[in-house]
Each structure stands twice: as C-alpha cells, then as structure tokens.
C-alpha cells in the first residue's frame, strides 16, 4: 500500500547497490545506513540540519542513485546523488524551507531549482551535451 513520504516506516534491513530499487518505494524508507556501500558523506547527509534526518532511498535517475535527507516540502532538505558504479562522483542540492534552492550538477552548472539539478543528473541542462 502507497504511504506518504512522511508516514513511511525507516527500513535498514541490510541492502547492497544492485538491489536498490529504479523506482520509488511507496510502502518505506530504504535508510542511508541500511546500505551497505555507503560512502560517509552520505551517511553525514542531514547532520546540520534541523532535527539530523538520516538519509532516505528515492530512486534511480539515469545513472545516478538519489537520496534525500529531511522533508519533501516546506522545510531545509538535502538531496544527494552518486553514480551508481563510482560512489566517489557525488553532487548535492540543498532545499530551503521558501522552495529556493542550492546545487551544482554534474556538468559543472550552478542550480536554484531541484528540477534542473535533476535534468543536469541525466544530461539535460542547457549546455549540457545531449541536451533537448
């Protein structure tokens, strides 16, 4: 049964990268410290943020695998994403509470807005190649 993102209970049953799911889990929360190969700067993701939220599993997005530690809406969040065949290529975009927001993607661009960090994560970016 689908849950919201909030009412997700934390799983940190034991998961390696390659059974990490493409999509959303919609029933809980695959927790940062759950998987097995993950790098410390995800593990340390929502440290400084209020309440330290410990990083949460969203999904695939292309090649990456992306993470979110804190709330969807409405509050300080911080999105994480790595390769998923080299944990060491990282960005992150942090999320204010007024919906502004922080990051550079992997083609090197600055982002205020999480969806074009997203699109620079598969090479969608203005000036990103391959970019529509």
């Keep these: 049964m689908a849950l919201r993102y909030d009412e997700r209970p934390d799983d940190d049953t034991p998961v390696h990268t390659g059974e990490l799911p493409d999509t959303p889990t919609r029933d809980r929360n695959i927790i940062a410290t759950a998987w097995v190969e993950a790098p410390p700067e995800l593990i340390a993701l929502g440290d400084d943020l209020p309440g330290r939220p ?6 695939r997005i292309g090649e990456w695998l992306l993470w979110r530690a804190g709330p969807a809406v409405d509050a300080d969040a911080r999105y994480w994403a790595c ?8 960005h992150t975009f942090r999320l204010f509470p007024d919906g502004s927001g922080d990051g550079t993607g992997p083609s090197g661009a600055h982002h205020t ?20």
Aim: charged letters at 40%; proline letters at 3%; glycine letters at 8%.
């Design 113 to 132: 807005r999480f969806r074009t960090w997203k699109e620079d994560l598969l090479g969608r970016a203005p000036g990103v190649r391959g970019a529509s």
């Design 83 to 90: 390769r998923r065949d080299d944990t060491a290529v990282q």
């Design 54 to 59: 410990v990083a949460a599993y969203k999904r």
